[in-house]
């Protein structure tokens, strides 16, 4: 059996698109309200965490896979898969 390096799968456009990510954007688990101030810097706290959540809710591709991940809406915390999501929805902040 063949086994093909990272070489291949670099070439081939095959690497994780979380590698290709945190080459730009840190993605790791964020409290709400600062992942929310990285995209409204300029607004208070609770304005920006309550546009974040107004955008999340506007992108039905994040809104499908929240609900297949499971996501909680009380936690204080995005996950980093939740990150994930919505860099893949709204684009870095």
């Given amino acids: 059996m063949m086994t093909m390096g990272c070489d291949f799968f670099e070439k081939k456009g095959f690497l994780n698109e979380e590698a290709e990510l945190d080459q730009r954007f840190e993605v790791r688990m964020y409290a709400k309200a600062e992942l929310a ?36 809406k009380n936690r204080k915390f995005f996950t980093k898969r939740e990150v994930m999501v919505i860099i893949q929805g709204l684009g870095e902040p």
Wanted: net charge positive.
């Fill in 37 to 72: 101030a990285k995209y409204f810097p300029h607004v208070h706290p609770k304005v920006a965490r309550r546009s974040l959540y107004r955008w999340i809710q506007q992108c039905p591709y994040i809104v499908e896979k929240f609900r297949e991940m499971g996501y909680q």
